[in-house]
């Protein structure tokens, strides 16, 4: 009788542990010779959703395809499929990871010049992602596609939006570099831009030239929105983001 108590029980606990990944499918992406590989959570929900794309920094660049996850914290594809997100507005999540030795953009963290500047195959390889995606998934809203990432996945928010600036309803980058000459290109997206005052690696300064050639490109207050947090290092950027669900009421409010 003590042994059955005792396993009902441990069924019983074991029941309350949710499964790791539980509604992640992982996944590669073959783009010509090169491969991206990807995790996808798909919403048990009905009916059009966003799809909400969340790039890395350079701490979980590789091929494992399980560092960009940020296991164990609240960050990134954590945050966006997070039970009190989904609650808000139910949503797909696409987590994509490039190796190492490659970026979202550009060659390093510093600001760039666009136009002379070839597109990564890991940027390339994902906006083919994204787009073969969304046709084969009909519960996708093509027109509530939100982009996001930190550090190294910042710099990749703004060169997908510069790329394809009429793909993304709304977009966070956080702790990320651009070229503000193109600003004009993106001044009509709904922009988040986060950044920590004492960034030792982002210059908080790569990010407030971007949101002061935006709004001299055209851009409204009312699109562009800028947090800098005082006294805040690299990670102080994308904690302050994730550490509510402001962000996330804030993206899946917009739509083309």
């Known amino acids: 009788m003590l042994k059955k108590t005792l396993l009902t029980l441990y069924l019983s606990f074991c029941a309350t542990i949710p499964a790791a990944h539980a509604d992640w499918n992982k996944a590669n992406f073959q783009d010509g010779n090169f491969t991206l590989p990807y995790q996808f959570y798909t919403s048990k929900s009905k009916g059009k959703l966003p799809l909400i794309i969340h790039l890395h920094g350079s701490g979980e660049a590789g091929t494992d395809n399980e560092a960009q996850m940020y296991n164990g914290t609240n960050f990134g594809p954590q945050y966006f499929s997070s039970d009190d997100n989904q609650k808000i507005q139910p949503s797909f999540v696409l987590a994509p990871q490039t190796p190492k030795p490659m970026r979202w953009a550009s ?15 890991s940027m390339t ?4 992602l994204i787009d073969k995606i969304v046709i084969k998934n009909k519960n996708i809203d093509p027109n509530r596609i939100y982009i996001t990432g930190l550090s190294r996945g910042g710099q990749g928010v703004w060169n997908a939006m510069l790329q394809r600036p009429k793909l993304f309803a709304a977009a966070l980058p956080i702790a990320g570099s651009s070229d503000p000459s193109e600003a004009k290109t993106i001044a009509t997206i709904p922009i988040w831009v986060f950044a920590g005052d004492l960034d030792e690696v982002t210059n908080v300064k790569f990010s407030r030239e971007m949101v002061d050639s935006i709004i001299r490109a055209g851009g409204s207050t009312a699109n562009v929105r800028y947090t ?12 302050t983001a994730y550490n509510n669900s402001d962000v996330y009421k804030w993206l899946v409010k917009h739509s083309k």
Request: aromatic fraction near 10%; glycine fraction near 6%.
């Open 228 to 239: 800098e947090i005082e006294g805040g290092n690299h990670e102080a950027s994308w904690k």
């Open 107 to 121: 060659t390093s963290l510093d600001p760039y010049v666009f136009k002379s500047t070839p597109s990564t195959p």
């Open 125 to 128: 390889a994902l906006l083919h």
